[in-house]
């Protein structure tokens, strides 16, 4: 098998085969959970790394209890992921807590 600029080849006696090798989205709960950035998670890195450096985020999670009342906000709006598209639901529920009760 071939690969070049995003196309697998399969070459099969003179004959060459094209298939689209492109991944439509990236599905973050089949990733490892390893540790990333001080963090479980990219996910829950990610969400963390939003609500630090958004203001209106920021406000948002600290009028809020603990994570599930920052979900519950977020649902409101309508926003089910950050812009990165990390769900809000996936990440670390204890870690977020504790993100949130230090702001």
């Not at 599905?27 to 990610?46: A, H, I, K, Q, V």
């Not at 920021?58 to 990390?86: H, S, V």
Request: with cysteine.
């Amino acid at each position: 098998m071939l690969t070049w600029g995003g196309f697998s080849f399969i070459i099969e006696s003179n004959q060459i085969k094209a298939f689209m090798t492109f991944q439509q989205s990236l599905n973050l709960t089949d990733t490892p959970r390893t540790e990333y950035n001080g963090w479980s998670d990219w996910t829950t890195w990610n969400c963390a790394l939003w609500i630090g450096g958004d203001e209106g985020l920021y406000n948002i999670a600290r009028r809020c209890d603990d994570w599930f009342d920052f979900i519950l906000e977020m649902q409101e709006f309508g926003m089910n992921k950050t812009p990165d598209g990390a769900k809000w639901t996936e990440a670390d529920y204890d870690e977020m807590t504790e993100c949130i009760n230090e702001l």
